[in-house]
């Protein structure tokens, strides 16, 4: 062979040699391995921020979801890491009538779970926000109702919560395991779905700092706190257990829905577990974005999309997160080995990467909304600018009407309420001098429960956030704000009662404690009770068990009850209470109708005149709850904010418990 044949020969084969290093190895001589398996994963959370972004964004992100879902019509799996919605205006809007034939029927926070479904949301985690107004309010959101309510069509998870001990959600919990389609409105742990032929096992974990920034009712978040910040190890081995009964089950591709508040959280779980191929991120409103992401002006990344680690057993783990309020969808394009294992490699980018939505156009990106997210969008918008923007009164406090608080202690929205009762039943007749409700009928705060993205402190209680698009002001009590917390609006009755007939009822009010809707609120009293001593037994009207534990009473100046005993038992006191409870309602031993001293009820005796219609037209039922409530904010309130802030119940003045404080009644 001649010397330049020789040489040609020679630069082939360094040229073919280099060609195969460059198209099968890495920077570390690796082979990179073929794709076996494709998924499209979608994701979003945190719906939590802006009501007007969220409702503005919707509508062009269910229109993006379907675009892309076409690129993919057999690989794709779309899910949400939690906080699909937090109490607020939208939220009460949705329990606005005018929303039934669009939800099948109106209640809180409805909208926004309607909205998550038509989404197509396959599985969701559970957010802080989620429990903000305890586990039964998130209980009515998930399980369908025989009054036409559906519930989410997915499931709920949380592999390391227990939900045994909470009355409220314990019967939705159900078996890990199983299809996620199969249990739409449930709560588990972990589920399967079928993409493209391939199972994919999803799991779900909450963060144990929820204990401390929401409302979780008998939910136990594990492993338990034991300082400010969740022990990262101890939750990574609970959500272990998870993942090896899901590899166990034959299944290699994994995916983690974790609400960890923080994404420094979620990087660290990235690491500390085996098998998990994609975690997605939640609660910390992190934007992960590629240089080649279109962002919303003002926006920057806060990392790449997605972030990459390896994982204990040093396979690659991808991290992604999007920011909140339907602003970014999430969009991994995700390529699988035939082990299972994720290619880093491989990714395709801008396929992958934030992808932006619109505020102004439905129809941004050349894409086509879902019409009943529109319809639902609009119906909202409607109730908020027709009901969001009526003003009565301000408060530059929180309103504590939640559950948990307003069953079991005095707080100050119970007595606002109380007093509004009171302050509108002497607007008929001056001679009214208490006034008695249930915490049952409070249904809600007024205000926000603000727990800040990455927050793992208390949250902070603040008065009404603004809203600019219904012109109302922060602080500014609205009539959708009352109506949703005085829902039941129950009406107003006025009648006489003795001191003993005035401490049956009161007996009555504190027999049963434990977050009994049957708790009072008051104005024109203190009281103080001994929940250790005898609890009254009653029969409709008729006590058969005398109650022990109403150690002090007074009306006013007057001494009604010291040391447990009545000192008039005859005196005459007249009473403005909810016709609820005056019909026996709760169980209240009041007489039976007829024999109720100087009845007025005042839904059938007041004129707008003599309900404050000078003050303000409510356009709430006269003789009810919600006039009243409305009325005396505007007229009270209307100049100067409401302004007693909510005390522990160490401090509570009108209903003091004698396990928490000394008696200061009289």
């Known amino acids: 062979m001649s010397s330049d044949r020789a040489w040609k020969l020679r630069l082939w084969l360094i040229a073919t040699f280099s060609l195969v290093v460059l198209t099968g190895c890495n920077d570390d001589d690796v082979v990179i391995p073929e794709t076996k398996f494709t998924m499209q994963l979608l994701h979003l959370s945190d719906m939590d921020g802006s009501d007007a972004t969220a409702l503005n964004s919707v509508a062009n992100m269910s229109g993006l979801i379907q675009k892309y879902r076409a690129d993919y019509p057999n690989n794709t799996l779309t899910v949400s890491s939690g906080d699909n919605y937090i109490p607020g205006p939208r939220f009460n809007a949705a329990d606005d009538v005018s929303m039934r034939t669009l939800l099948g029927r109106e209640g809180l926070g409805r909208a926004d779970i309607a909205f998550v479904n038509e989404l197509g949301i396959q599985a969701s985690?559970?957010?802080?926000?989620?429990?903000?107004?305890?586990?039964?309010?998130?209980?009515?959101?998930?399980?369908?109702?025989?009054?036409?309510?559906?519930?989410?069509?997915?499931?709920?998870?949380?592999?390391?919560?227990?939900?045994?001990?909470?009355s409220e959600t314990a019967s939705l919990k159900t078996n890990s395991?199983?299809?996620?389609?199969?249990?739409?409105?449930?709560?588990?742990?972990?589920?399967?779905?079928?993409?493209?032929?391939?199972?994919?096992?999803?799991?779900?974990?909450?963060?144990?700092?929820?204990?401390?920034?929401?409302?979780?009712?008998g939910l136990k978040f594990l492993p338990a706190l034991t300082s400010a910040d969740p022990d990262v190890t101890a939750l990574a081995a609970e959500i272990q257990k998870g993942v090896d009964q899901i590899k166990a089950a034959g299944i290699n591709k994994i995916v983690l829905l974790a609400h960890m508040q923080q994404i420094s959280i979620e990087q660290s779980l990235a690491s500390k577990l085996k098998d998990v191929d994609i975690i997605v991120a939640g609660g910390s409103n992190t934007l992960l974005a590629n240089s080649g992401d279109a962002l919303r002006t003002g926006d920057s990344s806060k990392g790449a999309y997605p972030l990459w680690f390896k994982s204990a057993s040093g396979e690659p783990v991808a991290v992604v997160n999007t920011d909140a309020d339907y602003k970014y969808l999430g969009r991994f394009v995700a390529p699988f080995d035939d082990k299972g294992l994720l290619i880093k490699e491989r990714v395709e980018y801008p396929k992958t990467g934030a992808k932006l939505t619109s505020e102004t156009s439905d129809t941004a990106g050349s894409v086509t909304p879902m019409a009943i997210i529109q319809q639902i969008r609009d119906g909202i918008k409607v109730v908020l600018a027709a009901k969001d923007g009526n003003v009565f009164g301000k408060t530059s406090v929180f309103l504590e009407g939640r559950r948990a608080l307003v069953r079991n202690q005095e707080t100050n929205f119970g007595n606002l309420t109380a007093d509004a009762n009171l302050w509108y039943a002497r607007l008929h007749n001056a001679s009214v001098q208490i006034s008695l409700k249930n915490g049952g009928g409070i249904r809600s705060e007024i205000g926000e429960v603000v727990a800040a993205p990455g927050a793992t402190s208390a949250a902070t209680l603040a008065p009404p956030k603004a809203n600019p698009d219904a012109g109302r002001a922060e602080g500014e009590i609205s009539q959708l704000a009352v109506e949703t917390a005085l829902k039941f609006n129950n009406k107003l009755w006025a009648l006489d009662v003795t001191a003993a007939q005035l401490k049956a009822l009161l007996e009555h009010s504190v027999a049963a404690l434990g977050s009994q809707g049957r708790f009072p609120q008051v104005g024109g009293m203190l009281f103080s009770y001994d929940p250790t001593r005898t609890a009254q037994v009653s029969s409709g009207a008729t006590v058969t068990t005398p109650g022990e534990r109403i150690r002090s009473l007074k009306v006013?100046?007057?001494?009604?009850?010291?040391?447990?005993?009545?000192?008039?038992?005859?005196?005459?006191?007249?009473?403005?209470?909810?016709?609820?409870?005056?019909?026996?309602?709760?169980?209240?031993?009041?007489?039976?109708?007829?024999?109720?001293?100087?009845?007025v009820k005042l839904d059938a005796s007041m004129t707008d005149v003599t309900a404050g219609g000078a003050a303000s037209t409510s356009g709430a039922t006269l003789g009810s709850e919600q006039d009243a409530f409305l009325k005396h904010m505007k007229t009270v309130y209307g100049a100067s904010a409401f302004s007693l802030a909510d005390t522990p119940e160490e401090q509570d003045v009108r209903i003091q418990n004698l396990s928490k404080r000394s008696d200061s009644v009289l």
């Open 556 to 599: 006013g100046a007057t001494q009604v009850v010291v040391n447990g005993a009545v000192v008039d038992p005859n005196a005459t006191f007249r009473l403005v209470t909810l016709g609820f409870l005056a019909g026996g309602g709760d169980g209240y031993p009041f007489p039976v109708e007829a024999n109720m001293a100087n009845l």
């Open 125 to 166: 985690a559970i957010g802080n926000h989620e429990l903000d107004l305890g586990a039964k309010v998130f209980a009515e959101m998930v399980k369908p109702a025989s009054n036409g309510w559906l519930g989410t069509k997915f499931p709920y998870l949380a592999y390391n919560v227990d939900f045994a001990d909470d």
């Open 177 to 217: 395991g199983q299809v996620a389609s199969a249990i739409p409105g449930k709560l588990t742990g972990w589920v399967k779905v079928s993409v493209g032929g391939e199972m994919i096992g999803i799991i779900g974990a909450s963060s144990p700092v929820f204990a401390n920034i929401t409302s979780p009712g």
